[in-house]
């Protein structure tokens, strides 16, 4: 038996010459390292002062400017050897000294030497000018670091391409020229940044002058295009910048940076965190606690007056709009209101050629008069300010959630789901009678759209405020609840209220009631109100003195008069009321136009039918009918 052969396939042959060529650019590659390792160490290190004259034109072509070397000496301790460079000097165009370094340390390494830079790069207590000229060009120790769009600088590409740089002792001195403010100098800066082919990470620690506050730390991480490695032009960076400030005097920056809002006076501790795209801050949050806070948000608006404020705000530039938000965020208004700690998220987006204005709102642990007492300070826009000073509301809102389209003065879609606790609306009296419909008191489960919704209210020692509907505005209600719900459509109002409860000193009783607005183009009148009204009750008690309280303004006024001013004594009970029409024509006098009528089983009645009031003055009053009961 004759046992067959075996030949090596094409695919064996293949991955065999592929591993020894692999291995044939390893070795030598290695051999190259090598080479290079003991050409550093054997050859360029002993005789590093020979190769000054190309160290100082290597540099001048990096930089973009003139290089001047004092003196150069060089160290093999360890695998990687270092070169000191004393009495460093950058050159102007002028020729004049634009910065001078004492002492600079730097690494070198076979790749370093390949890449044409240094592993890594000491500078000890340099002093650094840096300028903004009135054209907004940055200069750093003279030497121009602006880069227009698509530009980059020499200078800029060199440093951001070493291993690693580090500044100790250092000090910086800004000038901004553009804005006039006055210099601005950091002492004791310490500086690392390490470059990669697409990261650079760096971290400056530095101390400010005595009155802007403690020393603080800034860290960035950022990420240079797939395409770029290696690119100094900073307008092309991804990443986040880190701030950290002990403490601080935020009313200083705004000499320095225009942070979108005037900041007279506030101190404290800041930590921030701020989204950088291209270049661009385009979003952040702060974990703050300041006190003392003077703050205008805005053009044409009061100052915002905080003695304390604490926890966490956040914002975000979107295409055409912006988010903002907070979390357990609190605060204490001049006045002595507090915000409880509650959370906020507002998104808008500007109206487009395709799509309207849009906006979402979710917030809870609101404090409406805490907000109220500072929304003429807030940048909110003539509407919302309007309504706040009408209203003047007060409560705690648990949670709501909003979202809306159009703009807020006219709305074309809207959805707000929220519960309210203790709400009060044109509450305040103090100043007299109220002029527009509120109420105190109140608890809200609230559901509604721009077509009708639905809502859950129960007052608990509060009131109704009602101008316009009675004598006195002001009902007051030792309780209340009501399931509502209406419907908008088009200029047609509907409301429908199920399951009220009431109780009051002067009555107690439940009542269902159906509303809406008139056909204008139907009725005599030719408006849309007062409306329609089919209202149906029963009292169990009332105080028959107090009945001309409830009588509406439609009712001439010598008529409710007289019904307060006869009704001496007496109370009732099961007393069913009915109101249906047209409120136009309140009372109905002609039964064809609407029904008004009460019936009530009364007693000890005290009934004065010709009152003191409509006697001429001196004569006799008339006997008043007492004791009177019936139905």
């Not at 385009?282 to 806070?293: C, E, F, M």
């Not at 919704?453 to 009675?470: E, M, R, Y």
């Amino acid at each position: 038996m004759i046992a067959p052969t075996t030949h090596p396939t094409r695919l064996l042959k293949f991955v065999a010459g592929l591993a020894r060529w692999s291995l044939g650019l390893l070795l030598a590659f290695w051999l190259l390292v090598t080479i290079a390792w003991g050409a550093l160490h054997g050859w360029i290190v002993p005789r590093i002062g020979e190769f000054r004259p190309q160290l100082e034109a290597h540099a001048a072509r990096a930089l973009g400017v003139p290089v001047k070397i004092g003196a150069i000496s060089a160290k093999t301790e360890g695998l990687i050897p270092s070169i000191e460079l004393s009495d460093l000097a950058l050159l102007d165009a002028a020729g004049r000294t634009a910065l001078r370094l004492p002492r600079v340390v730097v690494a070198l390494s076979p790749r370093s030497l390949l890449k044409g830079g240094f592993e890594q790069l000491y500078v000890e207590q340099p002093e650094l000018d840096v300028r903004r000229d009135t054209q907004g060009r940055i200069h750093v120790a003279g030497l121009d670091f602006t880069q227009e769009q698509g530009d980059s600088s020499a200078a800029a590409d060199w440093i951001f391409s070493q291993g690693e740089v580090f500044i100790q002792g250092g000090t910086v001195r800004w000038t901004d020229e553009q804005r006039g403010a006055p210099e601005l100098a950091l002492e004791k800066v310490d500086l690392v940044l390490r470059n990669g082919n697409w990261h650079h990470h760096m971290r400056l620690d530095a101390t400010p002058p005595a009155g802007w506050g403690d020393r603080f730390t800034v860290v960035g991480l950022f990420r240079a295009p797939l395409l770029s490695a290696r690119d100094g032009n900073w307008k092309h960076w991804n990443g986040q910048v880190f701030a950290h400030f002990a403490r601080v005097d935020a009313s200083r920056l705004r000499h320095y940076a225009d942070v979108g809002v005037e900041v007279a006076q506030g101190r404290g501790a800041l930590r921030a965190w701020a989204d950088v795209q291209r270049g661009q801050i385009v979003g952040g949050t702060a974990d703050l606690a300041l006190a003392d806070v003077n703050a205008t948000l805005g053009p044409q608006l009061q100052a915002l007056v905080l003695p304390s404020i604490q926890g966490r705000m956040g914002g975000r530039r979107l295409n055409g709009g912006f988010e903002f938000s907070t979390q357990s965020l609190q605060f204490e208004t001049d006045d002595g209101l507090a915000w409880p700690g509650g959370n906020l998220r507002l998104v808008y987006t500007d109206a487009t050629a395709k799509a309207p204005a849009q906006g979402e709102f979710r917030a809870d642990r609101l404090d409406l008069a805490a907000l109220a007492q500072i929304a003429s300070r807030l940048p909110l826009g003539e509407t919302a300010h309007t309504a706040v000073r009408t209203y003047t509301p007060q409560g705690q809102v648990d949670e709501i959630q909003a979202t809306w389209k159009g703009p807020l003065e006219k709305l074309q879609q809207y959805q707000v789901r929220g519960r309210i606790r203790g709400l009060a609306l044109a509450g305040d009296t103090s100043s007299g009678a109220p002029t527009h419909l509120g109420l105190r008191g109140a608890t809200v489960d609230l559901d509604m759209t721009q077509g009708g919704g639905k809502a859950a209210l129960t007052i608990a020692s509060g009131a109704l405020l009602l101008p316009g509907v009675f004598e006195d505005p002001v009902l007051p209600l030792d309780r209340l609840s009501a399931d509502v719900r209406w419907q908008l459509e088009g200029s047609r109002i509907a409301v429908q209220a199920n399951d009220v409860q009431f109780a009051n000193a002067d009555a107690q009783g439940e009542a269902r009631a159906t509303w809406h607005t008139s056909d204008a183009a139907k009725v005599s009148h030719q408006s849309r109100f007062p409306g329609v009204l089919d209202l149906s009750g029963t009292l169990h008690r009332a105080d028959g003195t107090r009945v001309h309280r409830y009588l509406p303004l439609s009712i001439p006024p010598d008529s409710r008069h007289y019904v307060r001013d006869a009704v001496v004594a007496g109370s009732a009970s099961n007393v069913q009321f009915r109101v249906k029409g047209d409120l136009h024509h309140l009372p109905f006098n002609d039964p064809k136009l609407g029904e008004f009528r009460i019936a009530a089983r009364v007693k000890d009645v005290t009934y004065a039918y010709v009152p003191p009031s409509l006697q001429p003055a001196g004569t006799l009053p008339w006997p008043a009918l007492t004791d009177l009961s019936g139905e």
